[in-house]
């Protein structure tokens, strides 16, 4: 934040003169009506419900030294504004009301308006906001981004002129940081809660025991079919060790971490009185550096499997030519002329 480099005042002043203001303008060129201001709260909900803590913790530092503090949204918009009664009465005869816009266009130069504009930290005081009105004021803003970086508020600390200190400014980015960095938590919070039960759905969908577990056995995830294939709910295997249930543990947790799998295998794996044979997979889960520290378990009841198998195959033996064996020139005869009826539709009997 430099506080010497005044040019922004300048260019802000620029863009005043182009948008039409009026030094002697009273109020903003644009302020909602109550129904419009509530539907806005309401849209803004989130960046109000995480901003307030901060707001009054601001308020808290600064409500001796007669500053007001003001939550805008990202076209200025003012959304709550926390101060004195004193105070506050001589915000509101300066135009400063929930509602109305501070965006340069609608009142120029100001530290909420041509924060948003500049999309910096910064500090406008006494003669430096365009309209006269506002002549008599500090105020210090910054503005607030989103989890994508786009502009979703701006928090302002208004107060005299005569109480302009570039440690207030410092408090505000301070504060605004926090709330960015808070309303960037809620939204991976929000995200990592609906991704949990997108990936349980989808293990839950799968006809196998899924479990994952790190180096040290500690489960982390666990699917529905546990309970049928192993005996163990997810509940109970969250209170287990891996190495209780995989027979040769430590071979396991070594294939992986060389990062090979273990697919298909006919092992046998412990339940609570016995042990029963399954069909294991393992594979390696890589995290966001593409390191190996923890690995998935897909577990099938093997008698299901053969029971498919025979199924599909309908336990019928399949013979082709090549298994043929004989050298006779009458045998081999007769192979050369059921190779040649092998693709009729007609049924064929065989005899002899």
Known sequence: MDMDNRDFITESNQRSQLFGIAKNQKMSKRVLDDWELSERIKRKNELICVANPFINQLYDFVKSSNFIVILNDEE??????IGNDNMLQKAFETALVPGAFMGEQYIGTNGMGTALHEGRPLQ??????YIEIFHKWTCSGAPIRDHEGKLTGC???????????SHTLGMVAAAAKAIENMLISNYYGEELASNKIYIETIMNSLPSAIFTADFEGNIKLANKHTKSILGYTSKDLYKMNASEIIINWGQVVETIKNNESITQEDVYVHLKMNKIEVNLSVHPILDHKE???????????????????????????????????????????????????ADSKSTVLLMG
């Open 76 to 81: 200025g918009c003012i959304l709550n504004m």
């Open 124 to 129: 406008v005081s006494g003669k430096e906001h």
């Open 155 to 165: 928090l302002d600390l208004t107060g005299d002129k005569e109480l302009v200190n």
């Open 291 to 341: 390191e190996i520290n923890e690995m998935v378990f897909v577990i099938r009841d093997v008698k299901k499997m053969r029971k498919l198998a025979n199924k599909v195959t309908g336990s019928k033996a399949i013979y082709t030519f090549d298994k043929v064996i004989g050298s006779d020139p009458g045998f081999l005869k007769t192979v050369e002329f059921a190779k040649k009826i």
